[in-house]
């Protein structure tokens, strides 16, 4: 680990905490429910993914048992409200088949396998990506795997510590190479920069209410220059 780098992010994860208080990720009330979850945020916001999986709870559908053996036709009209809900119905249906079929519908089994040879699982069903996969691996299953995403890259890029094209895998190593793998802090530093981006960190940001900005004298924010 690169020492100065460490206390960067552990100071500007303080000041995060400081400003907006623990944010208690995942919502979910079941480790399937998470996963289920991570499927259907993908590429709208948690309150229309939160919608479409309280309409699978109230029709007694948010079991992998179920879900692996409907069609996908019976699923897509619940989840509606999370967008491109064909695709995430097939999404969700192949998923739930490979959670009984390998995991018997079990977390504690999914936990129990290694963290590389689960993720790569993961990876290899359509439509899961690595935002997708690491979100079920963190919030579902404990694994300290660091999320990141367009916030993240927001964000860091324009306190200098990423460049603004940097890749999914770019971003995670900025984290993964100089914290300890640590899951609850991973948990919330991933929730805290999402806060910090939908509220504060906009495409149109606003500085002066930003957190960051009283951490650590060699951190300088590109501010309203920068459109990441």
């Not at 780098?5 to 399937?32: C, K, S, V």
């Not at 967008?83 to 995430?88: A, I, S, V």
């Not at 936990?111 to 790569?120: G, Q, S, W």
């Not at 927001?154 to 460049?163: A, T």
């Amino acid at each position: 680990m690169t020492a100065p780098l460490t206390a960067d992010l552990l100071d500007i994860y303080g000041a995060l905490r400081d400003a907006f208080g623990h944010q208690h990720w995942w919502p979910a009330e079941t480790a399937f429910e998470t996963m289920v979850g991570a499927i259907l945020t993908q590429n709208v916001s948690w309150t229309n993914a939160a919608q479409a999986v309280e309409n699978l709870k109230s029709f007694g559908m948010l079991d992998p048992g179920l879900l692996a053996l409907a069609k996908t036709e019976d699923i897509a009209p619940l989840i509606v409200p999370s967008r491109f809900y064909n695709q995430k119905a097939e999404r969700i249906r192949e998923f739930a088949r490979v959670y009984v079929a390998e995991y018997r519908a079990d977390p504690a089994v999914m936990v129990a396998v290694e963290t590389h040879t689960l993720r790569e699982r993961l990876l290899a069903l359509r439509g899961l990506g690595k935002e997708t996969v690491d979100t079920i691996l963190l919030y579902a299953c404990g694994k300290p795997v660091f999320v990141v995403d367009a916030y993240t890259r927001r964000v860091f890029s324009r306190y200098g510590l990423l460049p603004e094209g940097a890749s999914y895998d770019r971003m995670q190593h900025l984290f993964a190479d100089n914290l300890a793998p640590d899951r609850e802090l991973f948990n919330d530093y991933h929730a805290q920069i999402v806060c910090l981006a939908k509220n504060v960190c906009r495409k149109t940001p606003l500085c002066d209410r930003c957190p960051i900005r009283v951490v650590r004298g060699s951190l300088r924010c590109a501010g309203a220059g920068a459109r990441a």
